[in-house]
Nanobody, 115 residues
Framework: QVQLVESGGGLVQAGGSLRLSCGAS????????MGWYRQAPGKQRELIAA???????NYADSVKGRFTISRDNAKNTVYLQLNSLKPEDTAVYYC?????????WGQGTQVTVSS
């Protein structure tokens, strides 16, 4: 069992930046994919950024060029750098660890972008 804890959310003005962190209670190197999802009010949770074991990354079109995902296996931490934030980025952001046989979620951190 691995616990994930997100931090770094908050209130920021449009155009601003935030850095989210996802700390794991165990090793993240064994997970095939570490991802960041977000869920806005009234909308489904969506995958916005993912990083794979070999370091490959994928991004949703809505955040491509503005958000950057990275991982530090030594610290068992995954990061999401959010730049050029827009009001439509307002959501609860969740960290996810996906392995072959298991799947873990954090409790989420709120990001609110004011116009």
């Amino acid at each position: 069992q691995v616990q994930l804890v997100e931090s770094g959310g908050g209130l920021v003005q449009a155009g601003g930046s935030l850095r989210l962190s996802c700390g794991a209670s165990g090793s993240i190197s064994s997970f095939n994919r570490m991802g960041w999802y977000r869920q806005a009010p009234g909308k489904q949770r969506e995958l916005i950024a993912a990083i794979y074991t070999e370091g490959q990354t994928n991004y949703a079109d809505s955040v491509k060029g503005r958000f950057t995902i990275s991982r530090d296996n030594a610290k068992n931490t995954v990061y999401l750098q959010l730049n050029s934030l827009k009001p439509e980025d307002t959501a609860v952001y969740y960290c996810n660890a996906a392995g072959r046989y298991n799947n873990y979620w954090g409790q989420g951190t709120q990001v609110t972008v004011s116009s």
